[in-house]
């Protein structure tokens, strides 16, 4: 169920593009960070000490909202440098 999951979009200036931290509910740290490189998703799953699950339902909203964020994510950033 993807309401066990919350997804934010994360603005950096080191960063080329901006990236999402994916958490489960209730936690400040996140366990997945889903950024952008080379023009295509990377998903980078961090060392929490504890186990991760998912369930389909869950990892498909993590890929969708990943997938949703890509083209916008590139256009934004192609729209500055080409301004």
């Known amino acids: 169920m993807e309401n066990n999951i919350r997804i934010e979009k994360v603005g950096d200036i080191n960063s080329e593009y901006p990236y999402l931290e994916v958490f489960f509910k209730g936690d400040v740290s996140p366990f997945l960070e889903i950024s952008i490189y ?26 969708q909202t990943a997938n949703d964020f890509l083209p916008g994510a590139l256009k934004d950033e192609d729209d500055y440098f080409n301004w």
């Not at 080379?38 to 890929?63: A, C, D, M, T």
């Open 38 to 63: 080379n023009k295509e998703l990377l998903f980078k799953i961090y060392n929490s000490g504890k186990n991760i699950s998912l369930n389909s339902r869950e990892w498909g909203y993590i890929q």
